[in-house]
């Protein structure tokens, strides 16, 4: 009989900056076919969550003299505040830097960046969302979906999207900004500077006083692989910010152009995900074909070179967890409807629910009813 129920859906929740998940010890006593058991299991199986996940990136900023500018989200339990980039002394004082890491701003800003979301964890097999962003300003987390397999010889393979399955938008649609540039009747660029002078992959100014070419830099985010994106006056991708100075107004273009006139950055960056519900699956197959999932649609397929497998039952008495590793970079931070693991080759059919036949779950938590 199934139940049927009205109403918002229920979730356990994982805050921002929290540390919990739930423990799972090895069944010692079941035997390979025992429900629940599924440290014994080592035929095909899928394990899919339906999952909101939250923003591990906050604001990245630069402190300003004006108190306005300053001002972070510090009240939300989706996305965490960040600490400006030219943070005092004090600056491994704030919870935020002491949850991501201590040290100095970049190396606070690399562990947001590299945050795994873990969505479950055995020492053999990881299911998990990875951040895929390489900067913090105006650039919400963006995820890949993953899964880390150890094979019987210890080798351990990494599968992954070829792209981020959960993005930010930031397309605004029937919205006047009187510095966009519009196609149509949607912007998704506005207008950075009209005094650019770009030159090889340096960025200068033909004219401005040394503060207002300090404002124009605060807004832009730099990274070793590429932060902020420039566009030209019509559109077309310049690079990505790789070094900046504030000073001199100057900084690194990762693509060699001349360029006089209007640029452009993207429009604010808005974590929309934050309100969408997702079902994320993993299936393997015991030949050795991992296939990934996102509302089951196939994003993923691949062949382990070495198929053999089987989950850690050992190790810490076999614990496994929902919702986070070992470490706290791997920390899951959004809301988890529910989790299965089951028997069988593919995902089970419903999108908005779980539905594994009961004679195949090897484990199943539901959070709503």
């Known amino acids: 009989m199934a139940n049927v129920y009205i109403g918002d859906s229920k979730a356990l929740v994982f805050p921002v900056m929290c540390d919990g998940y739930l423990k799972l010890d090895a069944d010692t006593v079941g035997t390979a076919t025992s429900k629940g058991n599924f440290w014994n299991h080592t035929d095909n199986f899928t394990i899919e969550a339906i999952i909101t996940p939250y923003d591990v990136n906050g604001n990245g900023r630069f402190q300003d003299d004006d108190i306005s500018i300053r001002e972070d989200t510090i009240t939300s339990t989706r996305t965490p505040p960040t600490p400006t980039d030219n943070s005092p002394s004090n ?25 795994k979301m873990m969505l479950f964890y055995n020492n053999k097999f990881k299911f998990y969302l990875q951040n895929t962003t390489t900067t913090n300003y105006n650039q919400p987390a963006e995820y890949k979906l993953c899964v880390d397999f150890t094979h019987t010889s210890g080798l351990t393979t990494t599968i992954s999207s070829d792209n981020p399955i959960i993005t930010a938008v930031n397309t605004l649609h029937g919205y006047y900004d009187s510095n966009g540039y519009y196609e149509k009747h949607n912007t998704s660029l506005t207008k950075l500077t009209s005094v650019a002078s770009i030159t090889g992959t340096q960025l200068s100014f033909t004219s401005g006083t040394s503060a207002e070419k300090t404002a124009i ?85 691949q062949t382990l070179s070495v198929p053999t497998f089987e989950f850690d039952s050992t190790t810490n008495n076999g614990e496994s967890r929902i919702g986070k590793g070992t470490l706290t970079s791997e920390q899951f931070m959004g809301e988890l409807f529910e989790i299965s693991m089951h028997k069988g080759k593919e995902p089970s059919l419903t999108i908005n629910t779980l539905t594994p036949s009961y004679s195949n779950i090897l484990f199943y938590y539901t959070f709503g009813e």
Not at 92 to 109: A, E, I, K, M, P
Not at 245 to 273: F, H, M, W
Not at 276 to 287: A, D, F, G, I
């Open 217 to 301: 830099m605060r807004k832009l985010g730099t990274h070793s692989n590429g932060g902020s994106e420039i566009f030209s006056s019509g559109g077309v991708s310049l690079g990505k910010v790789i070094s900046k100075n504030a000073t001199t107004a100057t900084l690194s273009l990762s693509q060699s152009s001349t360029i006089t006139g209007d640029v452009y950055i993207s429009q604010p960056r808005e974590a929309l995900y934050l309100e969408e519900v997702y079902k994320v699956s993993c299936s393997y197959r015991k030949n050795g074909q991992i296939e990934l999932y996102v509302n089951n649609q196939s994003i993923k397929t």
């Open 91 to 115: 600056f491994n004082l704030y919870q935020s830097s002491r949850y991501f890491g201590t040290g100095d701003y970049t190396n606070h800003v690399t562990n947001r960046l590299s945050h």
